[in-house]
């Protein structure tokens, strides 16, 4: 079986995110204080790329941090800027730092979306030794996908489900660490019950789910609920932080 794509050469997929920014912003979950709070403590001056709405950024800039913001997509970046996050416009591969460094670079739900070969170079670049990285994921909406039903249902909508592809892997890990980081994972476990409207407004802030055309998206939906029945829904997850320092 041929190896998948790797997501960030997708760039409709990437940069599918505009047209439903305020939908991103009010149902994708924030990243928790406990796991915003010790990623606060890696550094002062922070990049935060592919920044999106600028939910890591404005909580950095809420714990005191000195935030500048990549993001490619006008849209979110507005909404981001509305919070007070400065933003440049850009991908990070082609971002010029015109000399910056920075103490942290984050990518809060963002890695897949970047070149890493470019990217690690570019880090070596800004980031002293001693400098961090931090490669933040939030996996509990994610753990719907577990249920079997609604697995079978998306995949037989959207074909193989591709979560996989955006998880921190072991093999992210040895990337890092080949490039010249140490490499640790913290762990943020939390429960959340939900309503099954509530689910699936995150679920369709996903980008493989939005952009599908609109009857597709209407269908699936209704399939989704139709499988979840009326009761709230409880997911155990684990936001993490893969955090990386430069030798």
């Known amino acids: 079986m041929p190896e998948p794509t790797p997501l960030h050469v997708d760039r409709h997929l990437a940069l599918s995110f505009g047209a439903q920014a305020q939908a991103y912003e009010d149902h994708r979950p924030d990243f928790p204080d406990d796991l915003m709070d010790a990623v606060a403590a890696l550094g002062h001056r922070v990049l935060d790329v592919g920044s999106g709405t600028g939910k890591a950024a404005a909580a950095l800039l809420a714990r005191g941090c000195d935030v500048l913001a990549v993001e490619p997509d006008s849209d979110m970046a507005d ?10 416009p850009g991908t990070f591969e082609h971002w010029d730092p015109r000399g910056r460094s920075f103490d942290l670079v984050v990518f809060a739900r963002s890695w897949h979306w970047v070149d890493p070969i470019p990217a690690l170079a570019k880090l070596a670049e800004i980031l002293p030794v001693g400098g961090h990285v931090a490669l933040l994921s939030h996996e509990s909406s994610w753990r719907g996908f577990d249920n079997p039903a609604i697995h079978d249902i998306v995949d037989g909508v959207l074909g193989n489900n591709d979560t996989a592809r955006r998880r921190l ?15 640790r994972v913290e762990d943020f476990p939390l429960t959340e019950t939900v309503t099954v409207a509530d689910w699936l407004d ?7 789910f939005l952009v599908l055309d609109q009857p597709t998206k209407y269908r699936l939906r209704d399939e989704l609920s139709a499988a979840l029945g009326d009761d709230p829904i409880t997911i155990t997850g684990s936001p993490r932080a893969m955090i990386a320092r430069r030798r």
């Open 169 to 183: 892997t072991d093999e992210t890990a040895a990337d890092f660490t080949a490039a010249g980081f140490d490499m």
């Open 79 to 88: 909404i981001a800027r509305a919070k007070g996050v400065t933003v440049e």
């Open 202 to 208: 995150t679920v369709f802030t996903y980008s493989r």
